[in-house]
């Protein structure tokens, strides 16, 4: 059972100073919100999305086939985030290409395009963002904080930054900081886009074209990285897109792993900003909590207060089990109540978005210890 | 200890038909030779390369720094394949671009530079062009075929097509076939050269630019498979390329990762050809000497008389030790000898052209073994 999201904005004026240096001077965030906020105040959750996610997280659009929120098996009535319990928030970050401020917004100052200019956005850089919307959405504390994969790295950041308004962090598949094998396949990605001709230094709006070639490239390879080695195995092997013998060409297509990718990067390619692309995995590449504690991740999670639930997946390697457990142990040597669990599932990172049987009722079950003032009061 | 190596060539008038269905009506082989032929002619070693590799294998040439064969530490006088008791031979594959006939020479037919014309290969055709090199010399059989990675799958091949051809097999860091990530990383690599403005097609020549921007992704990505995740981070880890801040910028380089695989990339577009990259990923893509068994790897090696020698290595995730077993135990059903060794070495795929002390002293072992006649008779 699903419902009708709505997309709502909201401006702000107040310029958000932000950690690389540069500014928002006012900007908007696009946001999403499901169940009710209680008469406490006290069952939200935020959701915070990965690279090429947005607000729109559970529940579809009134009219549009195949508009169904990108964890709609995780988050609804009735589902193991609960939106008869809880009021759920989904929010687009900035620098995102989903209705939050972006690279293809004007900015306000020089009435331009940003495109290339727009300012290097950091996880904590969104984290304020959100804490921002709760503001004005009268929240002072979470009953949870939530996501996969960067968002898991939003999750974090959150209780490290604003220690006393999270009560629960949930942090799926993610990774203290990005290892060198990371940050090269993203460094991979953002020189397939620089590098085409249509990306003219980021400033591609201008010129009416899009740097298609390099987002397409960037998709087909972050798919790779996406997939384990065995569901790809599994899914395509060495079946050919066609017949059963080969035609031997450099350039046509032969094994149907060739034709899902292509696929995957076209239609990525059609509606995804490339610099988003490179603002999110710039994000991604800087988040490093421990870095200003010399790299002691023990120290640098000694601030954090919530309860904690971390969830892995065996055949992520792109964020692998080893990484969650860093975490893991640095809460645990701060003596902070953690809970963790290493999911044996076959879909490597995107796992934390699959219908694993065992996952979604952990995370029900995870949410279910969480007490809140009965929405029913409200 | 090493010695100055002479690049050779030797023409073909007779046509060399290929599996894909083309021809190469005429065609010459760059190749080399280290130590001498023995008078019984049973200790030729040939030595098959991979990708990027050539002829060169070992040995410098005069007067050129820099120039030290690709597995040079493997082979040559006192090295464990002993050039003192073998007479090694190293060819470059046609299609390649180090001087056999390639894309960027001219049909002889068409009078035109092949280009996106040239033939697609497949091992079983090099293995072919290699086996009437060998006849040219007047060796009957061969003491060892030695190759890794493609380079081992033309050893394999060479059990295959002409067992009585082989005495040994040394399969090193190699596998049965590639999987879906295998031919998934080769597609995003072509995709890359393929959309390329600059590669028109494949006929690039004649317009006087190169996909230089196709190659350096492509080599970007395939260096990174080469690495094991392990290595990236010793050697690379989170190391900023200069100063101790960020600058917080989407298009400079931040990583010291960042900055080696540019280079590597920028590297390898100044020296290899667009064409030869898609016909050699082909190459791979398509050899699964399995298949016309409906993938019965030991009916498929039944053929093979050859003693064998695998090693794989436990960091390689490109070609993992999984896929080296598969090869063994189809060997061991046919009641094939076969030694193999899994070396716990960190450096991924590469570890087959590294110093390793036990991978040596394994490789050098073997050879010891390997019977010939007293080169000093000769």
Not at 140 to 158: D, E, P, R
Not at 358 to 368: D, E, H, P
Request: net charge negative; with cysteine; aromatic share 12%.
């Amino acid at each position: 059972m699903t419902f009708a999201a709505i997309p709502l904005t909201m401006h702000f004026d107040k310029p958000l100073l932000l950690k690389g240096g540069g500014v928002l001077s006012a900007y908007q965030l696009q946001y999403e919100t499901y169940g009710r906020l209680n008469q406490n105040r006290d069952n939200a959750v935020l959701i915070c999305h990965a690279l090429n996610a947005s607000h729109h997280v559970a529940g579809y659009y009134e009219g549009q086939a195949k508009s169904t929120g990108w964890w709609d098996n995780m988050i609804g009535p009735g589902k193991p985030v609960d939106t008869e319990r809880f009021f759920v928030i989904g929010v687009n970050n900035p620098g995102s290409c989903f209705g939050s401020t972006g690279p293809m917004h004007t900015d306000p100052h020089t009435q331009q395009v940003y495109g290339a200019d727009f300012p290097v956005v950091t996880v904590e850089d969104w984290v304020n963002a959100q804490a921002r919307l709760l503001d004005a959405m009268g929240i002072t504390q979470l009953a949870a904080v939530m996501g996969g994969s960067l968002g898991g790295m939003q999750a974090l950041s959150w209780s490290l930054q604003y220690p006393q308004r999270v009560r629960h962090a949930v942090v799926i598949a993610s990774a203290p900081n990005l290892n060198a094998e990371n940050i090269a396949f993203n460094e991979v990605a953002r020189r397939a886009i620089t590098t085409d001709p249509d990306f003219h230094g980021g400033h591609f709006y201008a010129h009416g074209v899009v740097p298609k070639r390099g987002l397409r490239i960037a998709r087909m390879l972050g798919h790779i990285t996406y997939l384990s080695d065995d569901v790809m195995n599994t899914k395509f092997g060495r079946a050919l897109q066609s017949g059963e013998v080969f035609k031997y060409s450099t350039q046509e297509i032969e094994f149907q792993i060739e034709s899902y990718l292509r696929y995957q990067g076209d239609k990525f390619s059609e509606y995804f900003d490339a610099n988003t692309y490179l603002l999110i995995t710039r994000a991604l590449d800087y988040f490093d909590p421990a870095a200003q504690y010399q790299g002691n991740l023990t120290k640098a999670l000694a601030q954090a207060c919530a309860k904690f639930l971390l969830v892995s997946f065996t055949t992520d390697w792109r964020f692998a089990p080893a990484r969650s457990r860093e975490i893991v142990q640095a809460l645990v040597a701060n003596q902070r109540d953690v809970s963790y669990a290493e999911i044996d599932a076959p879909h490597g990172h995107d796992a934390f978005l699959m219908d694993d049987r065992r996952y979604l009722k952990l995370v029900r079950s995870y949410f279910a210890g969480i007490q809140t003032q009965s929405v029913e009061v409200a």
